[in-house]
Each structure stands twice: as C-alpha cells, then as structure tokens.
C-alpha cells in the first residue's frame, strides 16, 4: 500500500511543479509582450520625430 500511495503523492507534486512553472512562464511572457509594446511605442514615436526632422530639414535646405 505504501508504494502506490507515494506514487500518487510524487504525481501530484509534479503536477504542483508544473503549474508552478506554468504560471512563471505565464507572468514572464505577459511581462515579454509589456516590453514589445513599450519598445514598439518608442520605435514610433523615434519614427514620427525622424519625419518631422526630415520635413524640417527639407524646408530649410530649399531654396524656394
């Protein structure tokens, strides 16, 4: 009686082990895709300051 009873004891904590894991790969990748759309913002904004420095510098440089 003593092995089954370890057995099912074993299984369930592997299965603790897993949704332990489970829930840290969850919260890392919820914390991945914070950083994605953060640098995404960032990139867009670099973007848009780009293209208006690009305007800028193409009024000013003509001669019109």
Do not use: C, H, K, Y
Request: charged share 20%.
């Amino acid at each position: 009686m003593f092995w089954p009873m370890l057995a099912i004891a074993v299984g369930f904590l592997g299965l603790a082990v897993l949704g332990v894991l489970a829930v840290r790969v969850f919260l890392a990748a919820e914390r991945l895709g914070r950083q994605v759309t953060d640098s995404a913002r960032r990139i867009n904004r670099a973007a848009d300051d780009l293209e208006r420095a690009t305007v800028a510098a193409a009024r000013s440089a003509d001669p019109v």
